[in-house]
């Protein structure tokens, strides 16, 4: 058995051990499409291993997001995102306004999704995923349907780079799905198109489409 001392010493090893950025940790609430901005909320920033894993371990598990069970001050959490500290988790930071991202819309049973978000997140802030700059892990499920996504957002938009990611997904985690590749800017015109269709068809009744809800949301 490790001594006091030893596992002081490895406690300050991992102190040492710095991510070439800072990264944030977000948790995204249902909402309406016109208040994203004020859907999620920052629960904790890292920068070392030791921090990361401290707040990995202090947090629910992402199976709870893909049960849909988890509420915080009685909202429901519909995702969970790791971004580098400099980005937002938007479209609308420009960083992710001018890259892509590779999005899986397969269904995804819990251990997979917990296996996918837990190895892209290690390989994103260990620098394995080149291009990477945030993860996400998204419970979409409504009374018609149940799908979960898995995105990683990259800064970058030409092929060779975007294909480059992918690759490193695939190694990551040989159980990798199919992923499909999106631009953002793409992104925002279905969900602004979806957005007018839902209004036009429900006349003077107004709806909000639920964050992260297809056409496609964030």
Same mark, same amino acid.
Request: glycine letters at 6%; charged letters at 30%; hydrophobic letters at 35%.
């Given at each position: 058995?490790?001594?006091?001392?030893?596992?002081?010493?490895?406690?300050?090893?991992?102190?040492?051990? !710095?991510?070439?950025?800072?990264?944030?940790?977000?948790?995204?609430?249902?909402?309406?499409?016109?208040?994203?901005?004020?859907?999620?909320?920052?629960?904790?920033?890292?920068?070392?291993?030791?921090?990361?894993?401290?707040?990995?371990?202090?947090?629910?598990?992402?199976?709870?997001?893909?049960?849909?069970? &988890?509420?915080?001050? +009685?909202?429901?959490?519909?995702?969970?995102?790791?971004?580098?500290?400099?980005?937002?988790?938007?479209?609308?930071?420009?960083?992710?306004?001018?890259?892509?991202?590779?999005?899986?819309?397969?269904?995804?049973?819990?251990?997979?999704?917990? +296996?996918?978000?837990?190895?892209?997140? &290690?390989?994103? #802030?260990? !620098?394995?995923?080149?291009?990477?700059?945030?993860?996400?892990?998204?419970?979409?499920?409504?009374?018609?349907?149940? #799908?979960?996504?898995?995105?990683?957002?990259?800064?970058?938009?030409?092929?060779?780079?975007?294909?480059?990611?992918?690759?490193?997904?695939?190694?990551?985690?040989?159980?990798?799905?199919?992923?499909?590749?999106?631009?953002?800017?793409?992104?925002?015109?279905?969900?602004?198109?979806?957005?007018?269709?839902?209004?036009?068809?429900?006349?003077?009744?107004?709806? +909000?489409?639920?964050?992260?809800?297809?056409? +496609?949301?964030?």
């Amino acid at each position: 058995m490790s001594s006091e001392s030893d596992v002081a010493e490895l406690r300050a090893l991992a102190r040492a051990c !710095e991510f070439e950025t800072p990264w944030s940790w977000y948790v995204h609430y249902q909402c309406g499409s016109v208040n994203y901005a004020a859907s999620y909320i920052k629960v904790g920033e890292f920068r070392t291993v030791y921090e990361f894993w401290a707040l990995f371990h202090s947090l629910p598990s992402v199976r709870a997001v893909h049960r849909g069970g &988890l509420r915080v001050k +009685d909202q429901r959490v519909v995702a969970y995102s790791l971004f580098r500290s400099h980005v937002k988790p938007e479209w609308e930071d420009p960083i992710n306004n001018a890259g892509r991202e590779w999005g899986c819309r397969e269904t995804l049973d819990e251990d997979l999704f917990a +296996d996918l978000w837990r190895d892209y997140v &290690l390989g994103a #802030i260990g !620098e394995k995923i080149p291009h990477a700059v945030g993860v996400r892990a998204i419970n979409k499920s409504n009374r018609q349907r149940l #799908i979960h996504k898995i995105e990683v957002w990259m800064d970058c938009t030409d092929t060779k780079r975007t294909q480059e990611c992918r690759r490193h997904l695939s190694s990551l985690n040989p159980s990798t799905p199919r992923f499909v590749h999106m631009m953002h800017q793409e992104k925002q015109t279905q969900a602004i198109e979806y957005n007018q269709r839902r209004g036009a068809s429900n006349g003077k009744k107004r709806h +909000d489409i639920a964050a992260g809800d297809d056409a +496609d949301g964030q």
